[in-house]
């Protein structure tokens, strides 16, 4: 069965840091690009990162040199190494495949506010 569990959110203030941690079962993980997605209030769910089995990565501009994702897929365990946040960075982040599937975690939230 198909699991993914996001954790690591909180609240920062501006130009904080955090790190996100997304524990998924062994046949997703291994198999396919991941990635992490976002929704803020009000809005549609976004794209944020993904990252290949083979390590590649792409960003999306709102993120470049501010976000890294990567993996280990001896811990089946993909993270978002956040840095320099800013208030509109405040949303549930998710991680699914890319393109992503139909099964969702329980995300976590993310709030950058002083």
């Known amino acids: 069965q198909v699991q993914l569990v996001e954790s690591g959110g909180g609240l920062v203030q501006p130009g904080g840091s955090l790190r996100l941690s997304c524990a998924a079962s062994?046949?997703?993980?291994?198999?396919?690009?991941m990635a992490w997605y976002r929704q803020a209030p009000g809005k549609q769910r976004e794209f944020v990162a993904r990252i290949t089995s083979g390590g590649m990565t792409n960003y999306a501009d709102s993120v470049k040199g501010r976000f890294t994702i990567s993996r280990d897929n001896a811990k089946n365990t993909v993270y978002l190494q956040m840095n320099s946040l800013k208030p509109e960075d405040t949303a549930v982040y998710y991680c699914n495949k890319f393109p992503w599937g139909p099964i969702w975690g329980q995300g976590t939230q993310v709030t950058v506010s002083s």
């Open positions: 062994g046949s997703i993980l291994r198999a396919n690009a």
